[in-house]
């Protein structure tokens, strides 16, 4: 069992950053692949970044390319989103999620076993 609780979210102007984490509960921690997904209102849940247990891959979505960097810290079972460049379609709740995916299978949200309860992004324009 992995118990996964998101921090960091907040109010941002348009171009500002932000950092979300995700503490991981459990001793087993960096055998599951990590990733980080958002829901706006009335919208699906989107599939944003991912990164790899043991191997560092990490894989993003197009529209944040460039934008968002995944990272993880095996030591402090955490796992980040630096969130550069802001816009105000990027508001919605951002979930953490942990599992077992390769590739593109870590895009889709089923791949996923264990959920946080998801942080608020509000970017304001």
């Known amino acids: 069992q992995v118990q996964l609780v998101e921090s960091g979210g907040g109010l941002v102007q348009a171009g500002g950053s932000l950092r979300l984490s995700c503490a991981a509960s459990?001793?087993?921690?960096?055998?599951?692949?990590m990733g980080w997904f958002r829901q706006a209102p009335g919208k699906e849940r989107e599939f944003l970044a991912a990164i790899r247990r043991y191997v560092y891959d990490k894989h993003y979505a197009d529209s944040v390319k460039g934008r968002f960097t995944i990272s993880r810290d095996n030591a402090k079972n955490t796992v980040y989103l630096q969130m550069n460049n802001l816009k105000p379609e990027d508001t919605a709740v951002y979930f953490c999620?942990?599992?077992?995916?390769?590739?593109?299978?870590?895009?889709?949200?089923?791949?996923?076993?264990?959920w946080g309860q998801g942080t608020q992004v509000t970017v304001s324009s």
């Open positions: 459990g001793r087993t921690f960096s055998s599951y692949a």
């Open positions: 999620a942990a599992g077992d995916c390769s590739g593109y299978g870590c895009y889709d949200r089923d791949a996923y076993d264990y």
